[in-house]
């Protein structure tokens, strides 16, 4: 990763590779990434097998999703976000979730989210054994208040639960 948001990235990298080792380079690159206000480490997210598939009009096979995740999870990524525990009413492409949540491999040091838009997902999600559950609140609220059934107050009062 090129550019200033690779400070103190090589860093923390070595670090995760063999904690405990530090070299002088270490503490300049760290006081750098401090003084430019940026992070010391970034984690990146695929999220790729959720969000790149949940559009796409033909349904991807469920052996498909499984292959792409596995391939992923050997290429050293942090995590991918596996799928979307939603109703397959409204994204069809994600109907398989616990399939595909039975059918990965899992790689020592990878993990493997999933996204819950709501309380019924969420409760899907921990029965089916996931141990990485991502849910969120919808930030354009404010923008959409006017249009909102039921209240705000209503809406995210799974949220406080979750």
């Excluded at 010391?40 to 796409?56: A, H, S, T, W």
């Excluded at 409760?123 to 609140?137: G, K, P, T």
Aim: glycine share 8%; hydrophobic share 40%.
């Amino acid at each position: 990763m090129a550019g200033s948001c690779g400070a103190g990235h090589a860093a923390a990298r070595r670090r995760q590779a063999a904690p405990g080792l530090h070299s002088a380079q270490d503490g300049a690159e760290e006081q750098e990434s401090q003084a430019s206000g940026l992070p010391e480490y970034i984690k990146i997210v695929e999220v790729g097998p959720r969000d790149g598939l949940q559009n796409e009009k033909v349904i991807v096979p469920t052996d498909t999703k499984i292959e792409l995740i596995n391939r992923l999870s050997k290429t050293g990524l942090p995590a991918i976000e596996v799928t979307s525990f939603v109703s397959s009413k409204w994204v069809p492409q994600m109907a398989d979730h616990k399939e595909v949540m039975r059918g990965i491999e899992r790689h020592p040091g990878v993990q493997y989210p999933v996204l819950t838009p709501n309380l019924k997902g969420f409760h899907s999600a921990v029965s089916a054994f996931v141990e990485d559950i991502h849910s969120y609140l919808l930030h354009v609220f404010i923008f959409f208040l006017p249009y909102f059934l039921p209240p705000v107050e209503i809406s995210i009062s799974p949220c406080i639960f979750v």
